[in-house]
């Protein structure tokens, strides 16, 4: 009872049944005091557990209509003049006076069951509505619904009704184990490797995405059917947890992105909306502070795919190409090299403030359009590379065309049973490029139809293209065995 | 390997790429071809009617430690029967394949030719002496299978060049060259 719940966790129905007068002030801050602060009214509010047992089955009962003058009653006998107001933790019952509001709660992870109970029956046809609540810790208890003065017996019924679809809800959520929940399907979820490697905003937007919009694990720990969405909201209650849960997640992010879109559009279209060149400077530095604002967050993913006004990829790309020509790192390395090296020695070489990967990517993406004489390439194994402009494939194929020729000789076999051909690793200790490139390379030569290969549990060598050529002599070496 | 067909292995016998099929598609197409030639000339020369698939001594070469693995059997063999150089006597196992050492068409223009040569024309001759006679020992349809024989007639009939007379059976059936 001593929990304090803040305000923000705490969400309440506006189940407001009726105010009425003010009572006289009672003495009933027993126990513990705690404030609640709502932003207009500060209240106290005071458990209500004090029903002794030696007053049985005596239902507490807190009627609408003002009653008995009544002094100083405990709190838990029959308070009237009382509005209820159901939050996702607990009902509250609010006596309003003059300058201070004197309430009381019932914890709802407390209450065992709720039913409604009165109505009019023919014994007492103006019998009022109730709702009955079974707690574990005080027994039984009645909140009454009166009609009288300040609301009619048929409104009153509505308020009870109101009442209790609230409690219901409130009671179906359980929101006071949500954190529990929540922090155990967080670990299971599949998203958070797929979002761990992005960094800021931009992890948490692809996360909540990965989880919601499937491809993610659910706590089941079954996978979540990207098709049945949790958007759907047809597929049961279930999911509809899983929305709650995301947007309590994303609330304040999701806002922060759409406030920051709505700005950059705004801008834009004002820009725009003043014919070339007239647009306000103050409009577009503004709009390019955002973005480099957004994109230093790690928020890619509020901005276009285009590179809009930032310059920093483009900083990056020209720095690159001078690191790589600088003592001709890339010549040694023969015109070519893989993302990861360049990764590896760029980041080596800065020391402190590297690059992120995508950051190279984009900077690797742009170098064509800059013109910078290198370019990325992709080959057909997915493998990337940058590669400058004048690295000549040919060049390359004639190259390993000769190597395998070579190979071929006898006196060039350092055992005399082998083959001839070349392996990648052949390529490797010639060339002095990393297994990788001599591999797609190889590959490549080979679908110039210069290389043809050869394919044993001992690996692939790749041998002169003689199907082609026709030319068998070089197999002389081969038969004198 | 037969002792006799191993001085006429062709080169590209012991090149170890020829065991492996080559991804590259034009180079697998020259690659094909030489297999093609390889177990027509073998059969051939031979004079092996069927290729039982698992039992052909082609697949292996020891002296350079390559083999040809079951499915690249499988590519070469589809290709073989695809070009017409053979048919599966089993289509649906596809184990045993009968080898055309030469195309019907061929063979029909062959014993035309024979007949011309040996003035058989107007004259009849039985089946029997067409692949199996003293006259045509030597020939290319020497020893050829009947079933192919049998098409290559029928192909002459077709071209008016001979006539079929329906025997005991299909070794006493009698034609008659025009």
Same mark, same amino acid.
Request: aromatic share 8%; net charge neutral; proline share 4%.
């Given at each position: 009872?001593?929990?304090?719940?803040?305000?923000?966790?705490?969400?309440?129905?506006?189940?407001?049944?009726?105010?009425?007068?003010?009572?006289?002030?009672?003495?009933?801050?027993?126990?513990?005091?705690?404030?609640?602060?709502?932003?207009?009214?500060?209240?106290?509010?005071?458990?209500?557990?004090?029903?002794?047992?030696?007053?049985?089955?005596?239902?507490?009962?807190?009627?609408?209509?003002?009653?008995?003058?009544?002094?100083?009653?405990?709190?838990?006998?029959?308070?009237?003049?009382?509005?209820?107001?159901?939050?996702?933790?607990?009902?509250?019952?609010?006596?309003?006076?003059?300058?201070?509001?004197?309430?009381?709660?019932?914890?709802?992870?407390?209450?065992?069951?709720?039913?409604?109970?009165?109505?009019?029956?023919?014994?007492?046809?103006?019998?009022?509505?109730?709702?009955?609540?079974?707690?574990?810790?005080?027994?039984?208890?009645?909140?009454?619904?009166?009609?009288?003065?300040?609301?009619?017996?048929?409104?009153?019924?509505?308020?009870?009704?109101?009442?209790?679809?609230?409690?219901?809800?409130?009671?179906?959520?359980?929101?006071?184990?949500?954190?529990?929940?929540?922090?155990?399907?967080?670990?299971?979820?599949?998203?958070?490797?797929?979002?761990?490697?992005?960094?800021?905003?931009?992890?948490?937007?692809?996360?909540?995405?990965?989880?919601?919009?499937?491809?993610?694990?659910?706590?089941?720990?079954?996978?979540?059917?990207?098709?049945?969405?949790?958007?759907?909201?047809?597929?049961?209650?279930?999911?509809?947890?899983?929305?709650?849960?995301?947007?309590?997640?994303?609330?304040?992010?999701?806002?922060?992105?759409?406030?920051?879109?709505?700005?950059?559009?705004?801008?834009?279209?004002?820009?725009?909306?003043?014919?070339?060149?007239?647009?306000?400077?103050?409009?577009?530095?503004?709009?390019?502070?955002?973005?480099?604002?957004?994109?230093?967050?790690?928020?890619?993913?509020?901005?276009?795919?285009?590179?809009?006004?930032?310059?920093?990829?483009?900083?990056?790309?020209?720095?690159?190409?001078?690191? +790589?020509? &600088?003592?001709?790192? +890339?010549?040694?390395?023969?015109?070519?090299?893989?993302?990861?090296? !360049?990764?590896?020695?760029?980041?080596?070489?800065?020391?402190?403030?590297?690059?992120?990967?995508?950051?190279?990517?984009?900077?690797?993406?742009?170098?064509?359009?800059?013109?910078?004489?290198?370019?990325?390439?992709?080959?057909?194994?997915?493998?990337?590379?940058?590669?400058?402009?004048?690295?000549?494939?040919?060049?390359?194929?004639?190259?390993?065309?000769?190597?395998?020729?070579?190979?071929?000789?006898?006196?060039?076999?350092?055992?005399?049973?082998?083959?001839?051909?070349?392996?990648?690793?052949?390529?490797?200790?010639?060339?002095?490029?990393?297994? +990788?490139?001599?591999?797609?390379? &190889?590959?490549?030569?080979?679908?110039?139809?210069?290389?043809?290969?050869?394919?044993?549990?001992?690996? !692939?060598?790749?041998?002169?293209?003689?199907?082609?050529?026709?030319?068998?002599?070089?197999?002389?070496?081969?038969?004198?065995? | 390997?037969?002792?006799?067909?191993?001085?006429?292995?062709?080169?590209?016998?012991?090149?170890?790429?020829?065991?492996? !099929?080559?991804?590259?598609?034009?180079?697998?197409?020259?690659?094909?071809?030489?297999?093609?030639?390889?177990?027509?000339?073998?059969?051939?020369?031979?004079?092996?009617?069927?290729?039982?698939?698992?039992?052909?001594?082609?697949?292996?070469?020891?002296?350079?430690?390559?083999?040809?693995?079951?499915?690249?059997?499988?590519?070469?063999?589809?290709?073989?029967?695809?070009?017409?150089?053979?048919?599966?006597?089993?289509?649906?196992?596809?184990?045993?394949?009968?080898?055309?050492?030469?195309?019907?068409?061929?063979?029909?223009?062959?014993?035309?030719?024979?007949?011309?040569?040996?003035?058989?024309?107007?004259?009849?001759?039985?089946?029997?002496?067409?692949?199996?006679?003293?006259?045509?020992?030597?020939?290319?349809?020497?020893?050829?299978?009947?079933?192919?024989?049998?098409?290559?007639?029928?192909?002459?009939?077709?071209?008016?060049?001979?006539?079929?007379?329906?025997?005991?059976?299909?070794?006493?059936?009698?034609?008659?060259?025009?």
């Amino acid at each position: 009872m001593m929990a304090k719940l803040s305000p923000s966790l705490e969400r309440t129905w506006s189940c407001d049944v009726s105010r009425r007068r003010r009572r006289r002030r009672r003495d009933c801050c027993r126990g513990h005091l705690y404030s609640w602060m709502r932003p207009d009214r500060p209240i106290i509010i005071c458990p209500i557990a004090y029903i002794s047992p030696d007053e049985g089955d005596e239902p507490l009962e807190l009627t609408n209509t003002d009653g008995d003058g009544g002094d100083a009653h405990p709190w838990n006998a029959r308070d009237v003049g009382l509005s209820c107001h159901v939050t996702t933790h607990r009902i509250v019952l609010v006596d309003e006076r003059d300058s201070i509001v004197i309430g009381g709660s019932i914890p709802l992870p407390l209450v065992e069951s709720f039913a409604a109970a009165g109505g009019p029956s023919i014994r007492s046809p103006l019998s009022s509505y109730k709702i009955e609540l079974n707690t574990f810790a005080w027994g039984k208890l009645t909140i009454v619904f009166r009609g009288g003065k300040t609301a009619s017996y048929a409104e009153s019924k509505q308020h009870r009704d109101d009442a209790l679809a609230a409690i219901e809800k409130a009671m179906a959520r359980e929101a006071w184990n949500a954190k529990e929940r929540l922090a155990r399907s967080e670990d299971k979820r599949s998203s958070k490797i797929i979002a761990g490697k992005k960094v800021g905003l931009d992890r948490i937007v692809t996360k909540t995405e990965l989880h919601v919009f499937g491809g993610g694990i659910d706590e089941r720990g079954a996978k979540t059917d990207p098709s049945t969405s949790v958007l759907k909201w047809d597929k049961g209650s279930r999911k509809k947890e899983d929305i709650d849960a995301f947007l309590r997640e994303a609330d304040v992010l999701v806002k922060i992105i759409h406030t920051s879109i709505a700005k950059i559009e705004r801008a834009r279209t004002v820009g725009s909306a003043f014919n070339c060149g007239e647009k306000t400077n103050a409009s577009v530095e503004d709009t390019d502070k955002l973005f480099s604002l957004l994109e230093n967050m790690g928020n890619t993913s509020a901005l276009s795919k285009k590179q809009a006004g930032s310059t920093y990829h483009p900083q990056l790309a020209r720095q690159l190409v001078d690191f +790589l020509r &600088l003592n001709g790192k +890339l010549t040694k390395a023969g015109g070519m090299m893989t993302l990861t090296d !360049v990764y590896c020695l760029f980041n080596r070489a800065r020391g402190t403030n590297m690059i992120a990967p995508e950051d190279l990517l984009r900077a690797v993406d742009l170098m064509k359009e800059l013109n910078l004489g290198i370019t990325k390439r992709s080959f057909k194994s997915g493998v990337l590379v940058i590669q400058a402009d004048e690295f000549d494939d040919n060049i390359m194929g004639r190259k390993l065309t000769e190597l395998a020729s070579i190979s071929m000789e006898p006196q060039s076999r350092k055992v005399s049973s082998s083959p001839g051909g070349i392996t990648v690793m052949d390529v490797c200790r010639e060339l002095k490029i990393s297994a +990788l490139l001599a591999n797609e390379q &190889l590959v490549t030569t080979e679908e110039m139809g210069l290389l043809c290969r050869d394919s044993t549990i001992e690996g !692939v060598r790749f041998f002169p293209n003689l199907f082609i050529t026709g030319d068998f002599s070089l197999l002389s070496g081969i038969m004198l065995q | 390997m037969n002792p006799c067909f191993d001085s006429q292995l062709p080169d590209f016998y012991h090149f170890p790429p020829f065991f492996t !099929v080559q991804p590259v598609l034009s180079t697998r197409e020259k690659q094909l071809g030489q297999w093609r030639e390889l177990i027509l000339k073998y059969h051939t020369d031979l004079r092996i009617k069927t290729l039982v698939l698992h039992e052909c001594p082609l697949w292996k070469n020891d002296s350079i430690g390559r083999e040809l693995s079951h499915d690249g059997i499988r590519i070469v063999m589809d290709d073989f029967v695809r070009s017409g150089h053979g048919e599966w006597e089993d289509p649906d196992l596809r184990t045993r394949c009968r080898i055309l050492w030469r195309k019907p068409e061929q063979l029909a223009s062959d014993i035309y030719d024979w007949a011309v040569a040996n003035g058989k024309i107007n004259d009849v001759c039985t089946v029997y002496e067409l692949h199996s006679g003293e006259d045509v020992n030597g020939m290319s349809f020497y020893g050829v299978d009947e079933e192919l024989l049998r098409r290559a007639l029928g192909i002459l009939e077709q071209q008016g060049k001979c006539v079929i007379f329906n025997g005991d059976n299909f070794s006493g059936d009698g034609i008659k060259f025009f």
